[in-house]
């Protein structure tokens, strides 16, 4: 999905999943379902609990940040989760690394959530504040 097709003359290489997502909306979602399967896949053979959220976190940067248009064209070529769940998988079952539950992610997640949703808040105030003031 990442890796298949190489530009001739450099080492740049893309695969399917960009490519796929130059189609508007139904790109993204295709990408994100194979992408999503995969980590479906490794769930079910047995892959630890923190393996599986390092892995989808890659998935959603994936989807999220390659739904802006034009941006997240450009982003997919660039950022490529799939081969970094690949690189994930193959630190997990050859280095031993990635085990465990997973909870000091889920905390680090949570406080990356609250923090933008803190910001959200205030710049939604800041806003409100402004429109006051020019009435």
């Given at each position: 999905m990442d890796d298949k097709f190489r530009l001739k003359g450099?080492?740049?290489?893309?695969?399917?999943?960009?490519?796929?997502?130059?189609?508007?909306?139904?790109?993204?979602?295709?990408?994100?379902?194979i992408a999503f399967y995969l980590v479906l896949v490794m769930?079910?053979?047995?892959?630890?609990?923190?393996l599986v959220m390092l892995m989808l976190i890659n998935v959603?940067?994936?989807?999220?940040?390659?739904?802006i248009p034009v941006l997240g064209n450009i982003f997919d070529f660039f950022f490529k989760?799939?081969?970094?769940?690949?690189?994930?998988?193959?630190e997990y079952y050859y280095e031993g690394k990635h085990q465990g539950n997973g909870?000091?992610?889920l905390i680090i997640l949570l406080a990356v959530f609250?923090?933008?949703?803190?910001?959200?808040?205030?710049l939604l105030w800041l806003g409100f504040i402004w429109m006051i003031n020019l009435w």
């Open positions: 450099t080492r740049f290489r893309f695969g399917l999943d960009p490519l796929i997502n130059l189609v508007p909306f139904l790109g993204d979602l295709i990408g994100f379902f769930w079910r053979h047995g892959a630890s609990r923190k959603i940067i994936d989807l999220t940040i390659g739904a989760a799939n081969k970094k769940n690949i690189i994930l998988l193959n909870a000091n992610i609250l923090l933008l949703t803190f910001l959200f808040v205030y």
